[in-house]
């Protein structure tokens, strides 16, 4: 049996041949810019009932200090903005503020609501 041929023998006697590329999807070309990109929305538990949110995701175009100055005034929390080494810039604000972070994104324009994820309990 070859790597790439997939043989399907049914209780019927009949002999299926097709080829499968398990990584078809990892392979498109991404010629949609932003199409497959999303805005992860996650919370993160630190200690006791305390929690943090992460905004990571957002195009590299928008001022993270500027949205994080809004998300702060907006929810009465306080944030920051972390260079990650594999994710980029990522937004942390203090609390439990998923629900509300998405809303705002949505609202502002930032990012539509179908391209947003979010994550945690």
């Known amino acids: 049996m070859n790597g790439s041929v997939l ?16 990584f078809a999807d990892a392979n498109a070309d991404d010629s949609g810019a932003g199409t497959k990109d999303y805005v992860h929305i996650r919370i993160q538990q630190r200690n006791g009932r305390k929690s943090l949110t992460t905004v990571q995701g957002l195009k590299k175009e928008f001022s993270y200090n500027k949205i994080l100055k809004d998300l702060k005034k907006e929810f009465c929390c306080n944030g920051t903005v972390v260079q990650d080494p594999e994710l ?34």
């Not at 043989?7 to 398990?22: A, I, K, W």
Request: glycine share 10%; aromatic share 8%; net charge positive.
């Open 7 to 22: 043989q399907c023998v049914c209780h019927l006697g009949y002999s299926l041949s097709f080829s499968v590329d398990p």
């Open 88 to 121: 980029g810039q990522v937004i942390q604000l203090q609390g439990d503020q998923r629900k509300n972070a998405s809303n705002f994104l949505v609202q502002a324009g930032i990012v539509k609501k179908e391209h947003i994820k979010i994550h945690g309990f």
